[in-house]
């Protein structure tokens, strides 16, 4: 490796409390959607993780990769994508370093890809509205969230929380949003690199991590396969009949290839199907409050899956200290391989639509 400096290797201990606290969404933290897991599936035990010091450079938060020091130290930019068959191609979503998938209204899905660096990006979007799941996503992992309107829930999870965002349909948005007259609105609202930076100086946002910030995901210092795990060469998500994306594994590349509406979905700025070294499903209590908008708890705890290298196993997630954690079903935190990851956060009482071939 370039401009190696120093190698050490850290042992690492991690110590758990012995029961999860009931939080968020009515308080019901004890994972109630079950789903039946193969026993005795874990990660190859890392007692030693090898970090080697690259001047200038250090592991990335997002993604453990080695990324410039002044970008991890920097807050990650969260922006709201449309997911619908109107919207695609979508624009410049293969450069996030991690994308969520979460339910809206009508049953269709919406994304939200988060950025350590956006850097170059002529074209992101379609920029969609916000959803107050997706805020509290957000803020947990301290980013500024992108977005163009609201829900009604949504503004109210932006000024409660107090999270720092930037809205296309106020006066900042004449600095960062911008419209495709080749595409019918509101599919037509896209953002740029350039845009994104302008709104952020006039706004004046802080763009340094808060002190009580605690990083998402833990990091293996390199790629593991899963132990005693099961096979996931595909891996479909079937919110309903009609939206059921999936997963196709490439072993040669040891990459996810990401499938939707009967075909890739390309990134249409690099023509580049999106793939990603991670995927994670976390089963949640989603509902809705009235009849119509949705609720996705997502400051709560419960069952999962994780995807890796062609193999799955169960896990558990957990909100506390102000984000998301992950761990095994032993206890011991959840160390995930280094690359983007995409999360699918899935109907509790649903399980039944996530299926590995």
């Not at 009931?22 to 007692?47: D, E, H, L, Q, T």
């Not at 993604?63 to 619908?84: E, H, S």
């Not at 939200?112 to 990006?121: N, T």
């Not at 280094?338 to 899935?346: A, C, E, L």
Request: with cysteine; charged share 20%; aromatic share 10%.
């Amino acid at each position: 490796m370039k401009n190696m400096k120093l190698k050490t290797t850290i042992g690492i201990t991690i110590l758990l409390g012995a029961a999860l606290t009931a939080a968020g969404c009515g308080g019901k933290g004890n994972g109630n959607g079950s789903v039946s897991v193969p026993k005795a599936a874990m990660m190859s035990p890392v007692s030693d993780i090898e970090l080697i010091n690259t001047e200038g450079k250090v592991l990335s938060d997002l993604t453990g990769q080695w990324i410039d020091q002044a970008l991890n130290d920097r807050r990650p930019m969260a922006v709201m994508i449309n997911n619908i068959g109107e919207a695609m191609p979508q624009s410049g979503i293969g450069q996030a370093d991690v994308i969520y998938e979460m339910v809206v209204e009508g049953g269709i899905t919406r994304l939200m890809a988060v950025y350590s660096d956006y850097s170059g990006l002529t074209k992101i979007g379609p920029v969609r509205s916000a959803r107050q799941y997706y805020v509290r996503s957000a803020e947990q992992m301290d980013a500024v969230y992108c977005h163009v309107g609201g829900s009604t829930l949504g503004y109210s999870e932006i000024e409660s929380s107090g999270i720092d965002d930037l809205d296309g349909l106020t006066g900042v948005g004449n600095y960062f949003i911008y419209r495709d007259n080749s595409r019918v609105a509101p599919h037509n609202a896209y953002a740029s690199a350039e845009g994104l930076d302008s709104a952020i100086e006039h706004t004046g946002i802080n763009m340094t991590h808060k002190s009580s910030y605690d990083p998402m995901f833990a990091f293996s210092s390199k790629n593991k396969d899963i132990e005693n795990g099961s096979p996931a060469s595909k891996i479909t998500t079937a919110f309903s009949s009609s939206r059921a994306p999936w997963f196709e594994y490439n072993a040669e590349e040891k990459q996810y290839y990401r499938f939707q509406y009967g075909d890739k979905q390309i990134d249409d700025q690099t023509g580049e199907q999106l793939h990603f070294q991670n995927v994670l499903i976390l089963f949640a209590e989603t509902y809705s409050p009235d009849g119509y908008l949705m609720e996705v708890c997502n400051e709560d705890s419960g069952d999962g899956y994780y995807a890796s290298n062609g193999q799955y196993i169960p896990i558990r997630w957990r909100y506390e200290n102000g984000t998301v954690h992950y761990y095994l079903t032993s206890g011991e935190q959840l160390m995930m391989n280094p690359g983007k990851t995409w999360i699918t956060f899935f109907d509790a009482e649903n399980t039944g639509g996530i299926t590995f071939e």
